[in-house]
């Protein structure tokens, strides 16, 4: 009897560690398996909070100095560009411009007086031809108004109904010039050459018309009257 107690003793001590040892061993799994679980999870966490720092600090960069993107360095760049070229067109616009204003007052080497172009030039800026030849020239119906043709050279050139009215022609050089029709009221003609000038219809510098077959002077005149 002793003996059988003694036996069942040691089977319950046995059977006690067997149970000791799989509930050390299932606690131990089920902590293992808490840290693998818990581990991605804290990973997940962390990976948020670093995103969202990452995010506040990129929006307060953005806001503290936004960033330019190359298309916006490109455009920029190409602004620049053009507003380069367009400064050196107008420079050498403005350099052509001067030439052109300076050829209109040099007279053509080969036939010593202006040119038609040069003339229409002379006209669109200064309106001097003072001491210029523009013998011969066909300027018909041309308005030399308000010019000033101190000793200018218009010898037997055509200014049939051309209008030189208010035009200083002090000196100027009238011989064989065709004035029929032309506008000479209030010139100034004082030491003007009218020899052999064709005066037929044309307005005289008081006013007054030329009759048919004036030539070198206003003869014969049609009216005393002022034309208005």
């Known amino acids: 009897m002793f003996a059988f107690s003694i036996e069942h003793a040691s089977m319950d001590q046995n059977s006690f560690r067997i149970k000791r040892t799989t509930m050390t061993f299932f606690r131990t799994a089920v902590i293992a398996a808490g840290m693998l679980f818990t581990l991605p999870l ?115 050139a055509n200014l049939e109904r051309a209008d030189l009215g208010e035009s200083d022609l002090e000196r100027a050089d009238l011989t064989g010039a065709n004035l029929k029709m032309a506008n000479l009221r209030l010139s100034g003609m004082i030491g003007a050459n009218l020899d052999g000038a064709i005066l037929d219809g044309a307005i005289w510098k008081d006013g007054r018309i030329c009759a048919a077959g004036s030539s070198g002077l206003c003869r014969d005149l049609a009216s005393q009257s002022f034309v208005k």
């Not at 400064?87 to 204003?101: C, D, E, I, L």
């Open 42 to 156: 804290f990973d997940i966490r962390s990976s948020c909070v670093q995103a969202k720092e990452a995010t506040a600090k990129g929006v307060d960069a953005a806001v503290a100095a936004p960033a330019i993107t190359p298309a916006e360095a490109v455009s920029a760049d190409t602004t620049e560009k053009v507003k380069k070229k367009a400064v050196v067109k107008r420079k050498k616009k403005r350099k052509k411009s001067a030439k052109k204003t300076t050829a209109t007052i040099v007279e053509d080497a080969s036939t010593g007086k202006l040119t038609i172009n040069q003339v229409m030039d002379v006209l669109k800026t200064t309106r001097d031809f003072s001491g210029k030849s523009l013998s011969g020239l066909r300027l018909v119906g041309i308005n030399l108004g308000k010019c000033n043709l101190k000793g200018a050279d218009l010898s037997h």
